[in-house]
């Protein structure tokens, strides 16, 4: 499509603008720093672009600061498990983002030896960087001279063109347009245009008075700059039907289980669930037992709404059940920064044993495993091993762990017993939420 005629963006004036108005983040190298040399670190830019991709500023700041304060690299932040990356992210959106995280930390190690490729081309082949986040990455660290399009620009140019089609409808037209303004100062350039989006040119406001843009602006002729951009007709959203089986057991812990790997809320916790369906269907219980139902939850997801009948059961044998795990109510809601736990049991109808593990991937409390040495696996991403007296391990506090190791952490279940210890590796970093603490039974 053809845009309204007006003037080119003047990119000196938005520079200009920016040398005086840059916003101080966490996560940016200012215009002086950048000028005097200081080069902005690939990490921290693509870390805090795909923390903004569904969540404010205001809001991503504290868990930047939080991932950073854990995993300050992206050495780091391979080496982590999966399941402490997921806890620390949430509130910030799809864990399908935190999964990909972490996927692309890990490959960005282990394909490019732990340093960022340098083009936007390059950047698309990690897992999780599209066409926004890798022109980010590569403007912003490397000056490549490409448009950097968000949804704050997708507003700025629409008003800027007076767009009289939704952006969905005219994004590479508008794309084409920004390219042809991009400076020699690229990286400079792209994050002046999103804050002006973000502070000047807002969803509800324009103070078109402020703006470096203003003289070329269209909409700044109009009645109302903020008609712009057009929203397009909502689709309808179609209803889904499922159930959601609550079973407790004599203590009244519930049972929990993880969904596939694949697909929506992939490897999230929830408890047993039936398929869900465009019509409503009649429950079929994963066990016999007096079902009560208890109403209808609803949720809106963005394409469809899901609505699910719940149905709780109590079991008289919880041992039935070895495809997921019982946890307390209690403590489904604590917090992010109370320690990890993992229960399981060496054989069944025997004690059950603890590890313990803080966010940060220190012991934080004593662990009780009889009187049987301890085998504690994986130091980052590669397989080790080294056996603890259970003296030493009650002795154990987060200093000693990190004279024994740096990045000491527990994922992934495997739990066996040979002839004479008790070997536990890639035990399963859980929060706190999912998993019942011990109470010596």
């Not at 994050?191 to 406001?205: F, K, L, V």
Request: hydrophobic share 45%; net charge positive; proline share 7%.
């Amino acid at each position: 499509m053809q845009l309204t005629p007006t003037l080119p963006i003047n990119s000196p004036a938005v520079l200009a603008w920016y040398d005086r108005h840059a916003r101080d983040l966490l996560w940016r190298i200012g215009p002086l720093d950048r000028a005097r040399g200081t080069e902005p670190d690939p990490y921290r830019v693509w870390l805090s672009e795909v923390m903004l991709q569904q969540t404010t500023v205001a809001t991503v700041g504290k868990y930047f600061a939080r991932f950073i304060q854990l995993w300050p690299t992206v050495l780091d932040l391979a080496a982590a498990p999966l399941a402490a990356v997921l806890v620390e992210w949430a509130g910030l959106g799809y864990y399908a983002r935190a999964r990909n995280l972490h996927a692309c930390a890990v490959a960005v190690v282990d394909q490019h030896g732990g340093i960022f490729p340098k083009t936007t081309l390059a950047l698309q082949t990690l897992p999780g960087i599209g066409a926004y986040t890798s022109a980010a990455i590569a403007a912003i660290c490397y000056d490549e001279p490409i448009a950097v399009l968000d949804g704050n620009l997708d507003r700025v140019l629409a008003r800027y063109h007076a767009l009289n089609v939704p952006v969905r409808d005219a994004k590479e037209t508008l794309r084409a347009a920004l390219q042809t303004a991009v400076p020699v100062r690229a990286g400079d350039f792209a994050q002046a245009m999103m804050d002006i989006g973000a502070t000047i040119c807002t969803p509800r406001n324009a103070l078109c008075m402020l703006c470096p843009l203003q003289d070329g602006c269209l909409a700044r002729h109009t009645p109302d700059p903020t008609i712009f951009p057009i929203k397009p007709q909502k689709a309808n959203r179609p209803t889904r039907h499922g159930h959601a089986f609550v079973l407790r057991d004599g203590v009244g812990d519930v049972f929990l289980e993880t969904r596939p790997d694949k697909g929506l809320l992939a490897k999230m916790t929830q408890t047993p669930t039936s398929d869900w369906t465009a019509t409503a269907t009649d429950p079929t219980f994963p066990q016999p037992g007096d079902w009560h139902h208890h109403g209808l939850v609803v949720h809106v997801f963005t394409h469809f709404r899901l609505e699910l009948d719940v149905w709780s059961v109590q079991i008289a044998d919880a041992m039935t059940l070895d495809h997921g795990w019982w946890a307390a109510p209690a403590h489904w809601g604590a917090r992010r920064s109370q320690p990890f736990f993992a229960r399981f049991w060496l054989k069944p109808g025997s004690n059950r044993r603890m590890a313990v593990l803080s966010p940060d991937h220190q012991f934080c409390s004593r662990a009780n495993f009889s009187n049987d040495p301890v085998m504690i696996a994986r130091r980052g991403r590669k397989p080790f091993g080294m056996k603890f007296a259970p003296q030493f391990i009650d002795q154990l506090d987060g200093s000693a762990v990190q004279k024994v190791s740096q990045h000491l952490v527990l994922s992934a279940l495997n739990v066996h017993l040979d002839d004479d210890s008790v070997i536990i590796s890639n035990v399963v970093v859980e929060p706190l939420r999912r998993i019942k603490s011990l109470d010596g039974n």
